[in-house]
């Protein structure tokens, strides 16, 4: 069972900039895909990046595209989303999700997909 801990939020103004981590417990990291999510007050949770395995393979929400860059170590159980050129509506709680992955290339972008979540980390970006 793997543990999920997020952290580097915060507020921060209209076009700056935070790097979001999310640290994972136990020895078996790279069998996992990750995934970043966020939830704003009164909406559903939303798909906002994903990687592989590996790492090779990357995928992201247009909202977020040439903005935001999920990458992972698996040396050090973490992967971080870096959000650059951020937007009042980019607050939100954000949170990282991970799931068993058989094929290192993939990675998912719903949800439904992840069996293991972070307690979530608050970023507020004010205009």
């Known amino acids: 069972q793997v543990q999920l801990a997020e952290s580097g939020g915060g507020l921060v103004q209209a076009g700056g900039s935070l790097r979001l981590s999310c640290a994972a417990s136990?020895?078996?990291?790279?069998?996992?895909?990750m995934g970043w999510f966020r939830q704003a007050p009164g909406k559903e949770r939303e798909f906002v990046a994903a990687?592989?395995?590996?790492?090779?393979?990357?995928y992201y929400a247009d909202s977020v595209k040439g903005r935001f860059t999920i990458s992972r170590d698996n040396a050090k159980n973490t992967v971080y989303l870096q959000s650059d050129h951020l937007k009042p509506e980019d607050t939100s709680v954000y949170y990282c999700?991970?799931?068993?992955?058989?094929?290192?290339?993939?990675?998912?972008?719903?949800?439904?997909?992840?069996?293991?979540w972070g307690q979530g980390t608050q970023v507020t970006v004010s205009s």
């Open positions: 999700a991970a799931r068993m992955a058989p094929d290192q290339r993939v990675c998912y972008s719903s949800a439904r997909d992840y069996d293991h």
């Open positions: 136990g020895r078996t990291f790279g069998t996992y895909a």
């Open positions: 990687i592989s395995r590996n790492g090779y393979s990357t």
